[in-house]
């Protein structure tokens, strides 16, 4: 499955750069994380629910290791998860430009293979649950921003 | 069959329809033994990967979970399954069998594919456990399509191979290559052909009871083949063939993947069930059933078709790959199937078909309805309609020009059939079938005045008419035991399985003819081998043909018993008997007669003695091997709407007219057509299993996996022509495939026909009306 798109966060770069880089903020920003810890220098390890058409609240054991560093500009994340109904693993690039505002445009693109039994039973749903779950993890993470920015 | 036959080609309602009605038919999930365990198999998530360990450890500290077993634990029990089908001697021809594990090492090679076995108190702790089995993989990149499979440097599936080849064979009859060169026309395309599900009621179902102090072991197995079960298991399990019963109940729908013998679930159950001393039983749930159960028909055909100007054909040149899945336990059944079927009713003088089967990392191919059939009469029909166009020659009528007379029987096409016997048909009339759909569907009237006024009307309706062999009732052999029981009632015993064939019924009738008795009172019992441990199975269309014939045998010999006793008791000659009402009975009015029961037991004295040469009681078996199959032929015709705008499609006719050779119960009969065009028609527009580039099977599951329900399939006309075999004695073929074999190509034809004015050509089945609006799509803009 590849996902790609566009983004843009009312705030600058560096602060944005932050957000993206801090466990506790991921965790509440994307759907369904139940957990989210660091367990090494950009590694991360979390468990996640999530709900695929007929598939609901499986929990997926994931480990996210983030690479190609160049703050505050890109990185991108080794992302391998497994659980009851099925596994992911791929990976996901983002890139972050400072424009006039400030705001920050992201562009983010993934290509995550899924399979097992999600990806019998849920694949007709996989893309758009996939893109929605995207969308509320940006609105989460530019809300959080906001309220970074707004106590500065 | 004697003059008094009173059932042979008759409706007779079938007898085992008030226990299947009424519940009270026994089906394998149902039954239950005191303290049965449950099975649950861990499985593969990955197409193609190795297999770096599988950590049990959890799963056996939870509760209620008896024993997890892994490759690593089966010993010597672990072995790869047996090559079932050996390939016919075809010069020159190369096989690679590879077949399927009972439990994966070291490399798992479709997604499905079982890695351990679980075995607890009941299915749910079960299943639960399932997810405390940690699997290590690493995974491989996956073989999915057919030409990347073959191309250099592709992951290899079996790595002792040097390619993922699995056979490669050759057949050629004629020169085609000089009879090209005479050619005022060559029609040449590629076509595709993808995978389907059998989608059987009942999903496949095993129950083990392991009896220690009787030292026998009863297998309840949805197999289409017990009597082979019993002897393979007895084989590796090293017991005695009689302490192994293996009985096939009532099956909730074979199609052929039940034919598929020794599925790791069948061979690991029993050892199981040894091992511990507990009755074991797995009921495959119908997700494990679309990774885990055979599937069919991935095909790539590069054909062309050679013609004179006059429409009749020189020669055929097909080239073509075949999916064998995984591993490749049913040989080549498959794909010579599509090899002889391509050539159909057809005069086809010359003819080169050249396969390569290729290993991909899906689940295994084996014979589904149809088995291969279908991809040959869709690449011969599709070259047909393509060439009749091009010569502007009426679709029915190139057809009729190429048919074979009836004065060509018997038939031989001078290539190797799936049976290992060459293609000769037995016997046939084709012109006539083709006269008589044609007729029916009203293909002139609708060509001339229908359509005309309907595409007026700015409806797409279109006609399809094509033809079909079926090659059927192939050896080896069947038997049957038939016995007049005291009471009067007979008992017949065939060690066939039934799926829902009607084997109760048109088994009863052949026997009910041969002693005059009710066929209400002859009670059939099939796939049991306690019962009768000879035989085959129930695949190619070949239960009514072989162990018909065998039952038929088996009566006549009784029958013979019956008039010899009945003679000497009433003091007449044999031929001044009849057998007639239960009886036998000196013919003539006010005749003496005696009942049969009552003969059984004058048969079956308890005082004086069996003269050497006899035997007691009025029972005999017989066996029926016929050296080759006969040949069914027919003619699916319908009319279709497609509406351009949405894709969709409405069938407004579907007509078959067969010949089965034959017939013994046009019930029966007409049943296995509607059925099998419903299957077809599953297969041309609704049903595909797609697998993504990692070898991931992306809908499993019927929300997803679209068969066609009551509203897709119409009523189903039917008109039957019996030319008979001369291969058995009653003139039987079979019919289990004639409904689904030309839907495809049938589809393509009329579909085309209602789309005509948009110029789009079909080569392709499935369709679905994404993938046919896609077509129309791209039609029209070549057009502008």
Same mark, same amino acid.
Not at chain 2, 125 to 132: F, G, H, L, S, T
Not at chain 2, 243 to 265: L, R, S, T
């Given at each position: 499955m590849i996902l790609t798109g566009t983004y843009i966060f009312n705030g600058p770069r560096a602060a944005v750069w932050d957000?993206?880089?801090?466990?506790?903020?991921?965790?509440?920003?994307?759907?369904?994380? #139940?957990?989210?810890?660091?367990? @090494?220098?950009?590694?991360?390890?979390?468990?996640? #629910?999530?709900?695929?058409?007929?598939?609901? @609240? @499986?929990?997926? @054991?994931?480990?996210?290791?983030?690479?190609?560093?160049?703050?505050?500009?890109?990185?991108?994340?080794?992302i391998d998860g497994k659980g009851a109904v099925g596994f992911t693993k791929g990976t996901a690039t983002i890139d972050l430009q400072e424009q006039p505002g400030p705001v920050t445009v992201m562009n983010y693109s993934s290509d995550v293979q899924i399979g097992g039994k999600i990806a019998g039973v849920g694949q007709r749903l996989l893309e758009s649950v996939g893109k929605m779950m995207t969308k509320q993890a940006l609105e989460a993470l530019n809300r959080e921003l906001q309220s970074r920015l707004g106590k500065q | 069959m004697p003059a008094e036959a009173r059932y042979l080609s008759a409706r007779v309602l079938r007898n085992e329809d008030a226990r299947l009605l009424t519940g009270r038919a026994l089906f394998v999930d149902d039954v239950q033994i005191e303290g049965m365990l449950h099975v649950a198999f861990v499985r593969s998530e990955h197409a193609h990967g190795r297999l770096k360990g599988v950590d049990v450890s959890a799963?056996?500290?939870?509760?209620?979970?008896?024993?997890?077993?892994?490759?690593?634990?089966?010993? $010597?029990?672990?072995?790869?399954?047996?090559?079932?089908?050996?390939?016919?001697?075809?010069?020159?021809?190369?096989?690679?069998?590879?077949?399927?594990?009972?439990?994966?090492?070291?490399?798992? /090679?479709?997604?499905?594919?079982?890695?351990? !076995?679980?075995?607890?108190?009941? /299915?749910?702790?079960?299943?639960?456990?399932?997810?405390?089995?940690?699997?290590?993989?690493?995974?491989?990149?996956?073989?999915?399509?057919?030409?990347?499979?073959?191309?250099?440097?592709?992951?290899?599936?079996?790595?002792?191979l040097t390619s993922n080849a699995a056979a490669h064979v050759v057949q050629r009859k004629g020169d085609y290559a000089s009879a090209r060169k005479k050619a005022d026309l060559v029609v040449k395309r590629r076509f595709f052909y993808d995978r389907g599900a059998a989608a059987a009621i009942e999903n496949r179902a095993i129950a083990v009871n392991w $009896?220690?102090?009787?030292?026998?072991?009863?297998?309840?197995?949805?197999?289409?083949?017990?009597?082979?079960? /019993?002897?393979?298991?007895?084989? !590796?399990?090293?017991?005695?063939?009689?302490?192994?019963?293996?009985?096939?109940?009532?099956? %909730? %729908?074979?199609? %052929?993947?039940?034919?598929? !013998?020794?599925?790791?679930?069948?061979?690991?159950l029993p050892w199981a069930a040894i091992r511990l001393s507990r009755p074991l039983k797995w009921t495959e749930d119908r997700q494990e059933n679309f990774y885990a159960t055979t599937q069919e028909r991935g095909q790539v055909h590069d054909a062309e078709m050679a013609f004179t100007r006059e429409g009749r054909i020189l020669g055929v040149h097909d080239v073509f790959l075949f999916d064998t899945g995984a591993y490749d336990p049913y040989g080549l059944t498959i794909p010579i199937n599509s090899q002889c079927t391509l050539l159909g009713p057809y005069d086809i003088p010359n003819y080169e078909s050249e396969f390569t089967a290729v290993f991909t990392n899906k689940t295994i191919v084996t014979p589904v309805r149809g088995a291969g059939r279908q991809h040959g009469v869709f690449v011969s029909e599709r070259l047909l309609d393509i060439a009749a166009r091009e010569l502007r020659i009426d679709r029915v009528e190139i057809r009729k020009r190429n048919l074979l007379g009836p004065d060509r029987f018997p038939h031989n096409h001078e290539i190797m059939f799936q049976d290992s016997a060459p293609l000769v048909y037995d016997s046939g009339n084709y012109l006539p079938t083709l006269e008589q759909a044609v007729d029916l569907i009203g293909y002139d009237k609708f060509i001339k005045d229908e359509q005309p006024r309907l595409r007026a009307e700015g409806k797409h309706v279109g006609i399809g008419v094509v033809c079909y062999v079926e090659g059927t009732g192939i050896g080896p052999y069947e038997g049957a035991r038939v016995t007049v029981e005291p009471s009067g009632k007979v008992r017949v015993a065939t060690g066939v399985g039934t799926q829902g064939q009607g084997h109760f019924t048109v088994f009863a009738q052949l026997v009910a003819d041969a002693l005059g008795v009710d066929v209400e009172d002859v009670r059939v019992v099939t796939g049991d081998t306690r019962e009768f441990h000879w035989g085959t199975g129930t695949f190619a269309s070949r239960g009514a043909v072989v162990a018909g014939s065998a039952c038929h045998a088996a009566a006549m010999a009784v029958r013979e018993k019956i008039l010899r006793l009945g003679s000497s008791l009433l003091n007449v000659t044999p031929e001044q008997l009849e057998l007639r009402g239960g009886q036998v009975r000196v013919i003539g009015a006010n005749g003496a007669a005696i009942g049969l029961g009552e003969l059984s037991g004058l048969a079956n004295p308890l005082r004086g003695a069996v003269r050497p040469g006899t035997e007691p009681g009025l029972e005999s078996t017989a066996y029926f091997g016929p050296d080759r199959g006969s040949t069914a032929s027919g003619v699916h015709a319908m009319i279709i709407e497609v509406d351009p705008e949405t894709a969709m499609v409405e069938i407004k006719r579907y007509l078959v007219a067969h010949d089965c050779g034959t017939i013994i119960n046009p019930l029966i009969v007409e049943g296995q057509i509607h059925g099998g065009v419903a299957q077809g028609i599953g297969n041309a527009f609704y049903e595909q299993l797609v697998y993504d580039e990692q070898g991931q099977l992306l809908n499993a599951s019927f929300m997803d996996y679209l068969i066609p329900t009551a509203t897709d399939v119409p009523r189903v006309e039917t008109a039957h022509r019996e030319t008979p075999s001369p291969f058995n004695p009653i003139g039987l073929k079979g019919v289990g495939e004639a409904g689904c074999i030309p839907t495809g190509a049938l589809f393509a034809q009329a579909v085309e026909d209602a789309l005509s004015d948009l110029g789009v050509e079909i080569t392709e089945i499935p369709l679905s009306p994404n993938r046919l609006f896609e077509l129309i799509e791209s039609a029209k803009a070549a057009g502008k």
């Open positions: 957000l993206l880089q801090d466990p506790a903020v991921l965790a509440k920003a994307l759907p369904g994380t #139940k957990t989210l810890t660091r367990t @090494a220098d950009d590694q991360y390890h979390g468990v996640m #629910k999530v709900s695929v058409g007929p598939v609901t @609240a @499986a929990e997926f @054991a994931v480990n996210v290791e983030l690479k190609d560093k160049v703050p505050p500009e890109k990185f991108s994340m080794q | 799963a056996m500290r939870r509760l209620g979970v008896v024993a997890v077993y892994t490759a690593e634990d089966l010993g $010597d029990y672990w072995r790869a399954g047996p090559l079932l089908v050996p390939p016919p001697p075809i010069p020159n021809l190369v096989f690679h069998a590879c077949t399927q594990v009972p439990l994966a090492k070291d490399k798992v /090679r479709h997604v499905g594919e079982a890695i351990a !076995m679980i075995v607890a108190e009941n /299915r749910y702790v079960a299943e639960d456990a399932i997810r405390d089995v940690v699997v290590d993989i690493e995974p491989l990149d996956a073989v999915v399509d057919l030409e990347k499979g073959l191309a250099p440097g592709a992951p290899l599936i079996h790595e002792q $009896d220690p102090k009787a030292e026998e072991l009863t297998i309840w197995d949805t197999t289409q083949a017990p009597i082979p079960i /019993r002897n393979g298991l007895a084989k !590796m399990l090293g017991l005695l063939e009689s302490q192994v019963n293996v009985i096939a109940p009532f099956v %909730g %729908g074979g199609f %052929g993947p039940k034919i598929m !013998m020794f599925y790791p679930e069948e061979v690991l």
